[in-house]
T-cell receptor
Framework: LAKTTQPISMDSYEGQEVNITCSHN???????ITWYQQFPSQGPRFIIQ?????VTNEVASLFIPADRKSSTLSLPRVSLSDTAVYYC????????????WGAGTKLIIKP | NAGVTQTPKFQVLKTGQSMTLQCAQD?????MSWYRQDPGMGLRLIHY???????DQGEVPNGYNVSRSTTEDFPLRLLSAAPSQTSVYFC????????????FGNGTRLTVT
């Protein structure tokens, strides 16, 4: 079963830009790449979704290269409240297009 | 707007007991799903439904049953609880299908002794 790959953890400081990269070699042709944020004792929350090139919303940007085998979530000017686990979610063509969650990246923002 | 509501928030079962985790959404979403989350692991899909009357298995369906008699409700049944089913369970829904952004409930923490 193909998996996504993300860094296990990352540290940064308030006010910095943070980039988290996800590898997904077996992404399905028609699938979108979606990122979620999860705080302790809560369900994941949708952040951003894209198919190719670049997508931007009020909280983040998503960069996707032409081959779509990876994606980068960019969080501009992070604050302490951005400390959370971030998940990359893509479809997997080897498992009947079921969605496969990455293990997540624990992002810790320091003052 | 309540979104996705899961009950109960906490539950302790003895091995062999059965129970139903409830999930309801008020957003008129077609797609609903159940996940489990274990420490240090990502979410794993248990079962999902693309509409009322339609369900299918996910990655880890053994020991669980689901039904979807209405658009709003998607209960998860544990037939005979085992310690390996100790986990946090999340219900999620989306407007159309798995490609649409998922809305999650706040989870049910289940302990099986």
């Amino acid at each position: 079963l193909a998996k996504t790959t993300q860094p296990i953890s990352m540290d940064s400081y308030e006010g910095q830009e943070v980039n988290i990269t996800c590898s997904h070699n077996n992404i399905a042709t028609n699938d979108y790449i979606t990122w979620y944020q999860q705080f302790p004792s809560q369900g994941p929350r949708f952040i951003i979704q894209g198919y190719k090139t670049k997508v931007t919303n009020e909280v983040a940007s998503l960069f996707i290269p032409a081959d779509r085998k990876s994606s980068t979530l960019s969080l501009p000017r992070v604050s302490l409240s951005d400390t959370a686990v971030y998940y990359c979610l893509v479809g997997d063509k080897d498992s009947n297009y079921q969605l496969i969650w990455g293990a997540g990246t624990k992002l810790i923002i320091k003052p | 707007n309540a979104g996705v509501t899961q009950t109960p928030k906490f539950q302790v079962l003895k091995t062999g007991q059965s129970m139903t985790l409830q999930c309801a959404q008020d957003m008129n979403h077609e797609y609903m799903s159940w996940y489990r989350q274990d420490p240090g692991m990502g979410l794993r899909l248990i079962h999902y439904s693309v509409g009322a009357g339609i369900t299918d298995q996910g990655e880890v369906p053994n020991g669980y049953n689901v039904s979807r008699s209405t658009t709003e409700d998607f209960p998860l049944r544990l037939l005979s609880a085992a310690p390996s089913q100790t986990s946090v369970y999340f219900c999620a829904s989306s407007l159309l299908d798995r490609a649409s952004p998922l809305h999650f409930g706040n989870g049910t923490r289940l302990t099986v002794t």
